[in-house]
């Protein structure tokens, strides 16, 4: 399978590249998650920050400070709002992209866990083989996204 993905934004204006498998790929039920998407939960996909290029399109910067200190900022884009993309202060060299912006196949990578399974919904089952945290995956992380 080729390693080279593209996607982009709701409106076609911001698109990008990956051209390296993911480094890891989250679920996450966090409240950020479910507000930034309006859904139940977010789907990182984590790529070295090198790895995705960024061909087209203007977006915009939100910071967001969490609760223990840490920031974390988020990329949209500037026409139709669709966050493509984040930054970690806890994950430097790395870049999250929204599962749900690539083109398809859209969910081509696989999870590998799940994170703040605690605010999911009830009725949201956790597919097999995911590893489960009621919070972040690891304690010394202070980001909602993991
Ligand atoms: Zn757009
Ligand atoms: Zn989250």
């Known amino acids: 399978m080729s390693d080279i993905h593209e996607g982009g934004c709701a409106c076609g204006a911001v698109r990008y590249r990956t051209s390296a498998e993911?480094?890891?790929v989250s679920l996450c039920s966090?409240?950020?998650?479910?507000?930034?998407?309006?859904s139940a939960l977010g789907i990182s996909v984590y790529f070295m920050?090198?790895?995705v290029e960024f061909l087209q399109?203007?977006?915009r910067a939100y910071r967001l400070q969490s609760d223990a200190g840490r920031w974390l900022e988020?990329?949209?884009c500037e026409t139709c709002?669709?966050?493509?993309?984040?930054?970690?202060?806890?994950?430097p060299g790395f870049r999250g992209i929204a599962g749900g912006t690539f083109d398809q196949p859209t969910f081509w990578y696989q999870?590998?866990?799940?994170?703040?399974?605690?605010s999911k919904p009830e009725w949201l089952?956790?597919?097999e083989g995911v590893d489960v945290y009621q919070t972040m995956a690891l304690p010394q992380k202070t980001c909602p996204v993991g």
């Open 22 to 24: 993911p480094q890891r």
């Open 30 to 38: 966090c409240t950020w998650c479910q507000r930034r998407t309006g």
């Open 49 to 51: 920050a090198e790895d």
């Open 57 to 59: 399109g203007k977006m």
């Open 74 to 76: 988020s990329e949209f």
């Open 81 to 91: 709002g669709t966050t493509v993309t984040w930054t970690l202060e806890f994950l």
């Open 111 to 118: 999870p590998q866990r799940y994170v703040f399974a605690r």
């Open 125 to 127: 089952t956790i597919p």
